[in-house]
T-cell receptor
Framework: GDSVTQMEGPVTLSEEAFLTINCTYT??????LFWYVQYPGEGLQLLLK?????DKGSNKGFEATYRKETTSFHLEKGSVQVSDSAVYFC???????????FGKGTKLTVNP | DTAVSQTPKYLVTQMGNDKSIKCEQN?????MYWYKQDSKKFLKIMFS???????INETVPNRFSPKSPDKAHLNLHINSLELGDSAVYFC?????????????FGPGTRLTVL
């Protein structure tokens, strides 16, 4: 079945550091790809998405590019802030289906 | 002006009890979901409803029964609670049953079974 693999956390960075959280997927066809973020004590929020190969999703300084050849959707940010501390989830959905398949989440802590 | 709300926020109960978690969305969405997040933060879909009809039912024990009285509400009833049911349960909604529509999540209900 479809699956998403994220880099193991936790990840701890200093403010203004560069962030990469790796995400790879296994799926038949051409899924849509997502990054969701969960701030402490809250539900998940959609951060960005891409629906086809080579699309780049971006939001709040975060970016991820849908790479079909490497089945990857790595999340990047050039300069993290303390307020970016959260758990980040990579997810996929097949062919317009509403069923999201999530990775295990990566906890990010940014220190001042 | 909460979009997706859940009650209660915390639920502590004994093994064998029956409990319910309520979810309401005021976004006018047609589709609602229940997710379970275990202690390792792994998040998995349990059910989804579209216009009060069940459309996704993952491999979930029969002790879990979702009920949708109208399209703004999706409640989760759990019978004969077990220790392994301890988790955070998230309700979510989307405009339609499609990956092209963003899912909006509630704040979660932390269930602890003793």
């Amino acid at each position: 079945g479809d699956s998403v693999t994220q880099m193991e956390g936790p990840v701890t960075l200093s403010e203004e550091a560069f962030l990469t959280i790796n995400c790879t997927y296994t799926a038949t066809g051409y899924p849509s790809l997502f990054w969701y973020v969960q701030y402490p004590g809250e539900g998940l929020q959609l951060l960005l998405k891409a629906t086809k190969a080579d699309d780049k999703g971006s939001n709040k300084g975060f970016e991820a590019t849908y790479r079909k050849e490497t089945t990857s959707f790595h999340l990047e940010k050039g300069s993290v802030q303390v307020s970016d501390s959260a758990v980040y989830f990579c997810a996929l959905a097949q062919g317009g289906s509403e069923k999201l398949v999530f990775g295990k989440g990566t906890k990010l802590t940014v220190n001042p | 002006d909460t979009a997706v709300s859940q009650t209660p926020k915390y639920l502590v109960t004994q093994m064998g009890n029956d409990k319910s978690i309520k979810c309401e969305q005021n976004l006018g969405h047609d589709t609602m979901y229940w997710y379970k997040q275990d202690s390792k933060k792994f998040l998995k879909i349990m059910f989804s409803y579209n216009n009060k009809e069940l459309i996704i039912n993952e491999t979930v024990p029969n002790r879990f029964s979702p009920k949708s009285p109208d399209k703004a509400h999706l409640n989760l009833h759990i019978n004969s609670l077990e220790l392994g049911d301890s988790a955070v349960y998230f309700c979510a909604s989307s405009l339609e049953a499609s990956s092209y529509n963003e899912q909006f999540f509630g704040p979660g209900t932390r269930l602890t079974v003793l």
